[in-house]
């Protein structure tokens, strides 16, 4: 049974149907509060006029032969050129399967450092302007402005670096106050606001001034101020692993996907660990070295883990099966805590240290600090070897989290607090926010599709594949209107599509001529 049920979380499929809402180039297929349409879904994979596979950029395929996948772990099994790294470790077996889980749970040990009073959650735990962050004693019910333009924004900081730039540039219109708490946070303050009042024990809350100048505010919890929009790395049901009972999403609440989110077990560079795979992890993270041991993560001191909260840890637990509150390791309260205990690791002088040592960070953070850490290749159950975000351990094009390859990712998530009978958002603001951020209301200066590549983040226009929950079953998605050439050309300098400036410029192959940044707009042969 318990095999089964571990089974079950790293290939659940959601009962629900997926519906994905679009507009023109909306980066995320997000047609915001207007209009709602049935995504659609195809193989992602371009023939050629032969019938040959092709690539994005039209290049063959390396197994020209090889069907495109339909689920999870057919689309792990397609063609690629990607790095396709052995794990091979040999891991326990107890009556046939996985073995249960030690119960009670572990009580992780905290790391001195998270009580900095630094934000509980998030990847680029930085604000988004170094340097031009302005203290500040009041409250921030009393920011200048229409009330209805002042929106209160809490939940993961994994995406607090890019609501930064948003939020700057909306700052004219609206005044968003961000905070960092946590995803689950942010879940919670979205569906049970009169539970979940925002508290500056929580974190700081930032805003910009129409100036661009970012300064803080006090969350008075006596002020019983609620949040607007909970920002989430995982979908809401993640947030209430290993609970008797999910909620249903209120009517008074209303989900909108953002940029997707990759997450990695993370190494020190001086580590000789190239792989891991999710049942190893299973193994790593949910016994902490006793009884079952996978060398050579075998001492919990120098596991580097978050907390339940997080949804950095929510995402992985949903998908190596073991509850977020079970992980055995040192708690931290940020990111950058994770980073700098890693950090700390590989320059220990010794290599049993640096080898034993893992930890789990978001892509951002990784690219943000690539000179000391990096992430490991993942190899999923029933796969043949374990695969990079990326189609190469040093590469930043997220290939194989794009086109199924690499498990751990998801949509990020807005649950913004919504009138019932419409549907529509309770402020304005809202609206202006959420649609700023999937690219239907463009922001002058701020080219989207760039920042998200800037920040390890996919728009969904670049996705091959979508999933309806966290840890689940993914399957083949193509967005309304492709960006793979843009993205790549900002991700990772370059791209082998051809420009154009209209439909018939371009082969039967990539037959699209897609347009997307700032005016003038650059076009490219796309799906």
Not at 284 to 309: E, K
Request: proline share 8%; hydrophobic share 35%; charged share 10%.
């Amino acid at each position: 049974m318990l095999q089964q049920r571990v089974r079950d979380a790293l290939w659940a499929i959601g009962a629900g149907t997926v519906v994905t809402a679009w507009g023109c180039n909306a980066l995320t297929d997000s047609t915001g509060y207007y209009e709602v349409k049935p995504a659609v879904f195809d193989s992602g994979t371009a023939l050629s006029d032969s019938g040959t596979a092709l690539s994005d950029s039209g290049t063959a395929l390396p197994d020209a032969t090889c069907v495109a996948g339909t689920d999870r772990r057919t689309l792990e099994a397609a063609c690629t050129g990607s790095s396709c790294v052995p794990y091979d470790a040999v891991l326990a077996v107890c009556d046939g399967g996985f073995c249960p889980l030690p119960t009670p749970s572990p009580q992780p040990v905290a790391d001195a450092s998270a009580e900095s009073g630094a934000a509980p959650d998030g990847g680029s735990d930085a604000a988004p302007n170094d340097g031009g962050v302005e203290g500040g004693t009041g409250s921030c019910s009393q920011l200048p402005g229409e009330p209805s333009s002042v929106v209160y924004v809490t939940g993961s900081t994994a995406l607090a670096s890019f609501i930064g730039e948003v939020s700057s540039a909306l700052a004219s219109k609206v005044t968003i106050v961000y905070q960092q708490s946590g995803s689950c946070v942010g879940v919670h303050s979205a569906l049970d606001p009169a539970n979940y009042a925002l508290s500056s024990a929580n974190g700081v809350a930032t805003y910009y001034t129409p100036s661009g100048v970012q300064k803080t505010c006090v969350l008075d919890p006596s002020e019983r101020l609620v949040a607007d929009v909970g920002a989430s790395d995982v979908f809401y049901s993640t947030c209430y692993q290993g609970q008797a009972v999910t909620p249903t999403l209120p009517a008074s609440v209303g989900e909108n996907f953002g940029p997707v989110q990759i997450m990695n077990f993370a190494v020190p560079q001086s580590s000789t660990q190239q792989s891991i795979s999710l049942a190893a992890a299973y193994y790593v993270f949910g016994f902490g070295g006793s009884p079952y041991r996978v060398p050579p993560w075998t001492d919990p001191m120098q596991l580097q883990i978050r907390s339940a909260n997080s949804g950095t840890q929510s995402l992985i637990a949903a998908a190596i099966g073991v509850p977020p509150s079970a992980w055995f390791g040192v708690s931290h309260g940020t990111s950058a805590q994770v980073g700098a205990a890693l950090g700390a690791a590989g320059q220990s002088g010794s290599q049993t240290v640096v080898d034993s040592a893992l930890g789990i960070l978001a892509s951002d953070y990784l690219l943000q600090n690539a000179q000391v850490l990096r992430g490991l290749a993942v190899r999923d159950e029933g796969a043949s070897c374990a695969f990079y975000p990326n189609t190469t351990a040093f590469a930043r094009d997220n290939a194989n989290a794009r086109d199924g390859h690499y498990p751990l990712w998801g949509p990020s998530h807005f649950y913004a607090r919504t009138d019932p009978a419409t549907g529509l958002p309770l402020k304005p603001g809202v609206s202006q926010f959420i649609d700023s951020l999937n690219g239907l209301t463009p922001l002058p200066g701020l080219d989207l599709v760039a920042e998200y590549a800037a920040k390890g983040l996919v728009p969904q226009c670049a996705m091959h594949v979508t999933r309806s929950n966290d840890g689940g079953d993914y399957t083949p998605f193509k967005a309304a209107a492709a960006c793979n050439c843009y993205f790549d050309l900002h991700a990772t300098g370059s791209t082998s599509c051809k420009p154009c400036q209209a439909n018939s410029d371009c082969p039967s192959r990539a037959p699209n001529c897609n347009k997307f940044g700032p005016q003038p707009q650059q076009g490219y042969c796309d799906l």
